[in-house]
């Protein structure tokens, strides 16, 4: 077990300058390179590191290849644009280095396989930070499904619904990749914040996996709409072509027969949600509504044909997992109400034991191939596409790696000291 | 104008006699003609109309086909299993009497295309009684939309989301006919009460169309659990291999670019809900949670990066439909909340004008299509299938007819007095 680690971040906009802020909060991470291909950022990321840690020598790079060649790394964390993911996480694995990615889709099957072949080449593990797998509900939901709680599941939903038309219209001047992508794609680009928690709760690559889906996308009108709003329509930006649509739903079949409903939802009014579902054989949990019903723990009203709801909030504190109380006791700490501290440190905590990590390689590949496996089908009007095994049949026989400190489900193999 | 009609009501099960006691609360309308296969059903509700309308001498049938010859017949109303509907809608057109059929899925396209065929070689108007397009909730949506609240319409979600369980499992003691089709058939078998007033929504037949659907079930687990549950292992229930999936999500795509998401699901525990859920460029609504947002009108919290949900219950009076404001002052009747009323009173009154149902063969046809091709697409692995144009063009350029008393949307041509 090292003492202390020295990471590299590859991609520095606002989410690698945030996540990277937050490593430098913990005294064991030593953030000793910086990258990214506009060199303002370089140099606002090396004044974060000297304000807040001056001990760290940091330096800065343009080039990722350059950067994960240096002997002294132990990991790589890449925050860059979504098409980069894959790519600079294989580069840091075929140079001995941890790979953590940030969340996003794949371009492409062969891109999924591509960070497949690399762990298996060279053994060293590939982490997607997906921060919403430690999310205090879905923690508490993945408690409860390995309980059994809600009986045996049938069937999940779960969604990216967030209004970002400002964001992405904006996108072009933020240097923002999101821009291109929903003007030249179509499909769910952004499906991990939902499907995360989801894989975690059916055990895809662990004795199940998604064998096949189904997308459709609406027309696309609300990234239109809102840049004749904003910006009036003469400008430039309200006379651009989006070919994302609005609303992308994607069916997933899974080997066991369970569903799943995923929403891509970026570019209408709402407020936000990751609109997660839960349906099992004796109870489900919904996001929306913030509400869950378990067969025979309800309340059932004198003469009602129907028992009422039980709100999810409230009941929070007696549902949470072992490893959101262990960390409220700790203290909380990081972005999005704690979720984003967990997942670095449960790929800190690896790197530093030399174990796997708790999200591998093989769910990377799965979870990011729903992007490009989703574009396919929506071009083929709604055509059913095959989800590769990428684990190449070790599904079968493969279930939670008992040595991870941090893994999902630690605390059922008693792992906690 | 008639004074009075005479109907019949083919079907005396639990739903049929309950339509029909509430058209024998109504003066002018005659239910002088019964019919069902059971003869004790028949008996039955030859009692109730003796007690509720001793005035009327009424007749039983034990064949349709006997019923709908009487000359005297202004009207038929089928209240029979869901694969009798169209034969029997059918052969009351052939007779030159209006047919009015509950709600239900079609078992093939043809059974479709014969219900339009038929009302096109006589003239004589079909309607599906969904009640739902005249819940209060659904017409004060309608209303909305037709205002273009929401601005342009992008997606719809909508289910039948019910726990049938102790219904569907104890069917066969019960003569009910769910029995059977949980047991045989694989698809959205009941997709109307939500996808009615969605299609009204969005002028399905009325210069929009469904074009194609793909359909996804879960695997068939609830109705088995249920039964080991209350029966026991050992009973016969309990050894029943049931075909419907627990969870069937359609999607489906329309010809002006708008997705909807439609969801069966009555094999597991929940709380009723019909889902709906409308999703325009410039507000939402949705069902579940009880909750909406209007671009400009929600509050906006100091400091937060949203705006914050309105509560569409509390909203509803300022929101109601017209029709259902006339219908408050008139006094609420009928079950369900007032939708089997002012469904029933669409129907008849149309018959007493002798102008079209507001809800005509065409929509009855493609609404009920949604069943077979649903099969269809789960039995080939959710591959796309395309919806027939039950209208042969006509669609292009029909538009809502301004002379229904009850159109749904009546009040925007000024109809009420």
């Given at each position: 077990m090292k003492d202390k680690i020295r990471v590299g971040y590859v991609g520095?906009?606002?989410r690698g300058k945030g996540q990277m802020s937050l490593s430098l909060e913990m005294d064991d991470i030593e953030v000793v390179a910086v990258c990214d291909v506009y060199d303002d950022r370089v140099r606002e990321a090396l004044d974060i590191i000297r304000q807040k840690r001056p001990e760290?020598?940091?330096?800065?790079?343009?080039?990722?290849?350059?950067?994960?060649?240096r002997p002294d790394l132990d990991a790589v964390v890449v925050t860059s644009s979504w098409q980069m993911h894959a790519r600079i996480a294989e580069a840091a694995m075929r140079a001995g280095k941890y790979a953590a990615m940030e969340v996003g889709g794949a371009s492409s099957v062969e891109e999924c396989w591509r960070l497949v072949r690399a762990y298996e080449e060279t053994g060293v593990p590939c982490m997607m930070l997906e921060n919403c797998c430690?999310?205090?509900?879905?923690?508490?939901?993945?408690?409860?499904?390995?309980k059994n709680t809600f009986g045996e599941l049938i069937h999940l939903d779960g969604a990216y619904a967030h209004d970002l038309r400002d964001e992405i219209t904006g996108g072009l001047i933020r240097r923002h990749y999101r821009f291109r992508n929903f003007q030249r794609r179509n499909g769910d680009l952004?499906?991990?914040?939902?499907?995360?928690?989801?894989?975690n709760m059916l055990n895809i690559n662990r004795g199940n996996r998604f064998t096949m889906l189904t997308s459709m996308a609406s027309k696309s009108r609300g990234l239109h709409d809102f840049a004749v709003q904003k910006y009036g329509v003469d400008h430039e930006y309200a006379k651009i072509n989006w070919n994302e649509g609005d609303i992308v739903t994607t069916l997933i079949k899974c080997a066991n027969g369970e569903t799943i409903r995923l929403r891509h939802d970026d570019c209408l009014t709402r407020i936000y949600s990751r609109e997660l579902c839960v349906r099992g054989v004796r109870g489900m949990y919904q996001e929306d509504g913030d509400r869950y019903l378990i067969e025979g723990e309800n309340p059932?009203?004198?003469?009602?044909?129907?028992?009422?709801?039980m709100k999810f909030s409230e009941d929070l504190p007696k549902r949470d997992h072992p490893l959101w109380k262990w960390f409220q006791q700790a203290g909380v700490k990081g972005g999005h109400g704690g979720m984003d501290f967990l997942v670095q440190r449960a790929?800190?905590?690896?790197?530093k034991a030399g174990t796997q990590t708790p999200i591998d390689v093989y769910d990377a590949a799965a979870w990011m191939s729903i992007t490009t496996l989703s574009e396919q089908s929506v071009a083929m009007g709604s055509l059913p596409v095959p989800v590769p095994d990428f684990t190449n049949g070790l599904w079968l026989d493969r279930g939670p790696d008992p040595k991870s400190r941090y893994a999902l489900d630690a605390v059922h193999y008693?792992?906690?000291d």
């Open positions: 520095l906009g606002g760290i020598e940091a330096q800065g790079y343009a080039d990722y290849r350059e950067l994960v060649k430690y999310g205090r509900e879905e923690l508490a939901l993945l408690d409860m499904v390995k952004y499906p991990t914040h939902a499907l995360g928690p989801i894989a059932w009203p004198e003469g009602s044909w129907e028992p009422k709801w790929f800190f905590e690896a790197v008693d792992l906690f």
